[in-house]
Protein backbone atom coordinates (compact mmCIF):
# COMPACT_ATOMS: atom_id res chain seq x y z
CA UNK A 1 0.00 0.00 0.00
CA UNK A 2 1.17 3.48 -0.77
CA UNK A 3 -0.97 6.04 0.73
CA UNK A 4 -4.55 5.91 0.81
CA UNK A 5 -6.55 3.28 -0.04
CA UNK A 6 -10.20 3.21 -0.18
CA UNK A 7 -12.78 0.47 -0.54
CA UNK A 8 -15.01 -0.24 -2.41
CA UNK A 9 -14.46 2.17 -5.54
CA UNK A 10 -18.57 2.36 -6.34
CA UNK A 11 -21.62 0.86 -4.93
CA UNK A 12 -25.31 1.04 -5.74
CA UNK A 13 -27.27 0.20 -2.27
CA UNK A 14 -30.77 0.40 -1.40
CA UNK A 15 -32.19 2.71 0.35
CA UNK A 16 -32.46 1.98 4.25
CA UNK A 17 -29.54 -0.64 4.27
CA UNK A 18 -26.20 -0.40 6.08
CA UNK A 19 -22.87 0.11 4.41
CA UNK A 20 -19.37 0.97 5.60
CA UNK A 21 -16.63 2.54 3.38
CA UNK A 22 -13.31 2.01 4.01
CA UNK A 23 -10.36 3.88 4.15
CA UNK A 24 -6.67 3.04 5.21
CA UNK A 25 -3.59 4.79 5.15
CA UNK A 26 0.13 3.30 5.20
CA UNK A 27 2.17 7.25 6.02
CA UNK A 28 0.83 6.94 10.13
CA UNK A 29 -0.43 10.32 9.90
CA UNK A 30 -2.50 10.97 13.21
CA UNK A 31 -5.21 13.28 11.17
CA UNK A 32 -7.59 11.64 9.42
CA UNK A 33 -11.16 13.20 7.94
CA UNK A 34 -13.93 11.98 5.66
CA UNK A 35 -15.22 14.35 3.05
CA UNK A 36 -18.53 14.00 1.20
CA UNK A 37 -18.21 15.91 -3.16
CA UNK A 38 -21.47 16.90 -4.44
CA UNK A 39 -21.78 18.50 -7.68
CA UNK A 40 -21.09 22.35 -7.00
CA UNK A 41 -20.67 22.09 -3.29
CA UNK A 42 -17.02 21.39 -3.18
CA UNK A 43 -15.89 19.05 -0.71
CA UNK A 44 -17.56 19.29 2.69
CA UNK A 45 -16.38 18.02 5.99
CA UNK A 46 -18.43 14.54 7.39
CA UNK A 47 -16.26 13.49 10.19
CA UNK A 48 -12.24 13.80 11.52
CA UNK A 49 -10.18 12.52 13.79
CA UNK A 50 -7.05 13.91 15.22
CA UNK A 51 -5.66 10.80 16.56
CA UNK A 52 -6.55 7.33 16.92
CA UNK A 53 -9.34 6.68 19.78
CA UNK A 54 -10.96 10.13 19.46
CA UNK A 55 -13.14 11.32 16.44
CA UNK A 56 -15.25 14.70 16.24
CA UNK A 57 -18.34 16.00 13.88
CA UNK A 58 -17.72 17.24 10.84
CA UNK A 59 -20.08 20.11 8.34
CA UNK A 60 -22.33 17.35 7.61
CA UNK A 61 -22.32 14.26 10.41
CA UNK A 62 -25.88 13.17 10.39
CA UNK A 63 -26.25 9.46 8.93
CA UNK A 64 -22.95 9.13 9.65
CA UNK A 65 -20.99 7.39 12.11
CA UNK A 66 -17.21 6.67 12.26
CA UNK A 67 -14.74 4.76 14.28
CA UNK A 68 -10.63 4.97 14.66
CA UNK A 69 -9.62 1.98 16.80
CA UNK A 70 -5.95 2.39 15.15
CA UNK A 71 -3.69 4.95 13.26
CA UNK A 72 -4.46 3.15 9.74
CA UNK A 73 -7.78 2.07 9.31
CA UNK A 74 -10.68 5.14 9.57
CA UNK A 75 -13.81 3.47 8.67
CA UNK A 76 -17.25 5.63 7.66
CA UNK A 77 -20.85 3.73 8.66
CA UNK A 78 -24.05 4.58 6.76
CA UNK A 79 -26.68 3.23 9.35
CA UNK A 80 -29.26 3.31 7.16
CA UNK A 81 -28.58 4.87 3.62
CA UNK A 82 -30.94 7.29 1.93
CA UNK A 83 -30.90 8.89 -1.55
CA UNK A 84 -29.55 12.59 -0.44
CA UNK A 85 -26.17 10.37 0.46
CA UNK A 86 -25.53 9.67 -3.28
CA UNK A 87 -22.78 11.23 -3.54
CA UNK A 88 -18.22 10.77 -3.90
CA UNK A 89 -16.70 10.26 -0.91
CA UNK A 90 -13.54 11.03 -0.33
CA UNK A 91 -11.05 9.86 2.92
CA UNK A 92 -7.91 11.93 3.25
CA UNK A 93 -5.33 12.02 6.29
CA UNK A 94 -2.65 14.29 7.49
CA UNK A 95 0.74 14.58 9.94
CA UNK A 96 0.23 17.18 12.52
CA UNK A 97 3.46 18.01 12.68
CA UNK A 98 3.37 19.17 9.39
CA UNK A 99 3.64 23.21 8.65
CA UNK A 100 1.95 23.21 5.59
CA UNK A 101 -1.23 21.66 6.59
CA UNK A 102 -1.37 19.22 3.52
CA UNK A 103 -4.03 16.13 3.55
CA UNK A 104 -3.81 13.62 1.50
CA UNK A 105 -7.00 12.05 -0.32
CA UNK A 106 -7.70 8.89 -1.31
CA UNK A 107 -8.95 8.31 -4.95
CA UNK A 108 -12.75 7.92 -3.91
CA UNK A 109 -16.11 5.97 -3.56
CA UNK A 110 -18.96 7.03 -5.48
CA UNK A 111 -21.98 5.59 -3.84
CA UNK A 112 -25.58 5.90 -5.29
CA UNK A 113 -28.44 5.10 -3.26
CA UNK A 114 -31.53 4.04 -4.74
CA UNK B 1 -19.11 29.51 10.57
CA UNK B 2 -17.24 30.11 7.51
CA UNK B 3 -17.89 30.52 3.73
CA UNK B 4 -15.38 31.08 0.85
CA UNK B 5 -16.02 32.91 -2.58
CA UNK B 6 -14.85 31.68 -5.50
CA UNK B 7 -15.82 32.14 -9.20
CA UNK B 8 -17.34 29.06 -10.35
CA UNK B 9 -15.48 28.80 -13.85
CA UNK B 10 -12.38 30.84 -15.70
CA UNK B 11 -11.65 30.13 -19.08
CA UNK B 12 -7.92 30.66 -20.23
CA UNK B 13 -5.68 29.93 -23.33
CA UNK B 14 -2.42 27.47 -23.57
CA UNK B 15 0.46 29.75 -22.32
CA UNK B 16 -1.43 32.61 -20.68
CA UNK B 17 -1.33 33.21 -17.21
CA UNK B 18 -4.72 33.26 -14.88
CA UNK B 19 -5.45 34.09 -11.65
CA UNK B 20 -8.32 32.46 -9.51
CA UNK B 21 -9.30 34.65 -6.30
CA UNK B 22 -11.05 33.66 -3.17
CA UNK B 23 -12.19 35.82 -0.46
CA UNK B 24 -13.36 33.57 2.89
CA UNK B 25 -14.89 34.80 6.18
CA UNK B 26 -14.25 32.81 9.21
CA UNK B 27 -14.43 33.21 12.78
CA UNK B 28 -10.94 32.30 13.30
CA UNK B 29 -7.97 31.50 10.88
CA UNK B 30 -4.43 29.85 10.40
CA UNK B 31 -4.25 29.46 6.87
CA UNK B 32 -5.49 29.12 3.24
CA UNK B 33 -4.89 26.35 1.57
CA UNK B 34 -5.02 25.59 -2.39
CA UNK B 35 -5.98 21.94 -4.37
CA UNK B 36 -6.10 21.01 -7.67
CA UNK B 37 -8.61 17.74 -8.51
CA UNK B 38 -9.11 16.83 -12.43
CA UNK B 39 -12.38 15.38 -13.21
CA UNK B 40 -12.59 11.84 -11.53
CA UNK B 41 -9.46 12.18 -9.30
CA UNK B 42 -8.53 12.63 -5.98
CA UNK B 43 -7.60 16.47 -4.81
CA UNK B 44 -4.29 17.01 -4.61
CA UNK B 45 -2.53 20.19 -2.21
CA UNK B 46 -1.26 22.60 -4.22
CA UNK B 47 0.10 25.73 -1.64
CA UNK B 48 -0.31 26.93 2.22
CA UNK B 49 -0.60 30.38 2.96
CA UNK B 50 -0.61 31.05 6.81
CA UNK B 51 1.36 34.36 6.26
CA UNK B 52 1.13 37.71 4.18
CA UNK B 53 2.42 37.39 1.05
CA UNK B 54 3.50 35.60 -2.31
CA UNK B 55 4.62 31.40 -1.91
CA UNK B 56 6.27 30.96 -5.33
CA UNK B 57 5.89 26.70 -6.54
CA UNK B 58 7.22 27.07 -10.11
CA UNK B 59 4.52 27.83 -12.23
CA UNK B 60 2.38 27.99 -9.15
CA UNK B 61 2.21 31.00 -7.24
CA UNK B 62 -0.64 31.34 -4.25
CA UNK B 63 -0.77 35.10 -2.45
CA UNK B 64 -2.92 35.63 0.73
CA UNK B 65 -3.88 39.01 2.64
CA UNK B 66 -5.09 38.50 5.68
CA UNK B 67 -6.26 41.91 6.43
CA UNK B 68 -8.25 41.65 3.19
CA UNK B 69 -9.72 37.84 4.00
CA UNK B 70 -8.55 37.41 0.60
CA UNK B 71 -6.01 35.31 -1.43
CA UNK B 72 -5.56 33.86 -5.28
CA UNK B 73 -3.56 30.97 -6.91
CA UNK B 74 -1.58 32.34 -10.12
CA UNK B 75 -0.77 29.96 -12.54
CA UNK B 76 1.75 30.67 -15.18
CA UNK B 77 2.57 29.31 -18.49
CA UNK B 78 -0.63 27.48 -18.78
CA UNK B 79 -1.00 23.48 -20.48
CA UNK B 80 -3.58 21.71 -21.84
CA UNK B 81 -2.84 19.29 -18.36
CA UNK B 82 -3.90 22.18 -15.83
CA UNK B 83 -7.24 21.99 -16.88
CA UNK B 84 -9.13 21.16 -13.48
CA UNK B 85 -10.85 22.44 -10.87
CA UNK B 86 -9.20 24.15 -8.31
CA UNK B 87 -10.21 24.85 -4.76
CA UNK B 88 -9.51 27.05 -1.63
CA UNK B 89 -9.82 26.16 1.87
CA UNK B 90 -9.32 27.54 4.84
CA UNK B 91 -8.15 26.12 8.44
CA UNK B 92 -10.05 28.08 10.72
CA UNK B 93 -8.17 25.93 14.01
CA UNK B 94 -5.45 24.67 15.35
CA UNK B 95 -7.31 21.50 14.96
CA UNK B 96 -6.49 21.44 11.02
CA UNK B 97 -9.78 20.42 9.72
CA UNK B 98 -10.48 22.32 6.31
CA UNK B 99 -13.62 24.22 4.95
CA UNK B 100 -13.57 24.37 1.11
CA UNK B 101 -14.50 26.70 -1.47
CA UNK B 102 -16.79 25.14 -4.29
CA UNK B 103 -14.29 25.46 -6.86
CA UNK B 104 -13.43 26.95 -9.79
CA UNK B 105 -13.21 25.61 -12.99
CA UNK B 106 -10.48 25.69 -15.04
CA UNK B 107 -10.39 25.13 -18.99
CA UNK B 108 -7.47 25.55 -21.14
CA UNK B 109 -7.96 26.18 -24.21
CA UNK B 110 -5.67 25.74 -27.28
Known amino acids: IAGITQAPTSQILAAGRRMTLRCTQD?????MYWYRQDLGLGLRLIHYSNTAGTTGKGEVPDGYSVSRANTDDFPLTLASAVPSQTSVYFCASSDSTSGSNEQFFGPGTRLTVL | GQSLEQPSEVTAVEGAIVQINCTYQTSGFYGLSWYQQHDGGAPTFLSYNALDGLEEKGRFSSFLSRSDSYGYLLLQELQMKDSASYFCAVRDGSARQLTFGSGTQLTVLP
Open chain 1, 27 to 31: MRHNA
